[in-house]
């Protein structure tokens, strides 16, 4: 199993595990701060494919250049944390991409275990910026 991580939409949190033949999307309304708890509640809920532990997924998927500059960097981390406890590859992909996860599973597949992704964003960061 795979999991995609797209924190692409304000205050809302969308996740989905899937393999090549199933695919179950849930959303979560939310901070990004809460994308570890979120995680937990859709490998423990997912009876149906029998993932019931971190251990079980094989790859993550990230969203990145859209939404906000601490959710992608959030999701960015979660996601390097698990591929390199794991040894698992990672993949960043766009908003568009995350529609049909299931046909990027061959390029995520291709990845180094282990290898870190980085955030892109869609704007230039406006971290403690002095108004003038």
Request: with cysteine; hydrophobic share 40%; charged share 15%.
């Amino acid at each position: 199993m795979y999991l995609l991580i797209n924190t692409s939409e304000k205050d809302k949190i969308n996740l989905a595990i899937f393999d090549e033949s199933f695919i179950e999307h849930k959303s979560y309304s939310g901070q990004n701060r809460e994308l570890l708890s979120c995680i937990h509640d859709l490998l423990e809920v997912n009876k149906v494919c029998k993932v019931h532990k971190v251990e079980s997924v094989g790859g993550i998927m990230v969203v990145v250049g859209a939404g906000s500059f601490t959710s992608t960097r959030v999701a960015c981390v979660v996601a390097n944390t698990f591929g390199y406890v794991l040894q698992i590859p990672l993949l960043a992909i766009s908003a568009d991409q995350a529609q049909d996860p299931q046909k990027l599973i061959s390029t995520l597949l291709k990845q180094p275990p282990g290898q870190y992704i980085s955030a892109t964003y869609s704007g230039e960061a406006n971290v403690g910026a002095v108004k003038s």
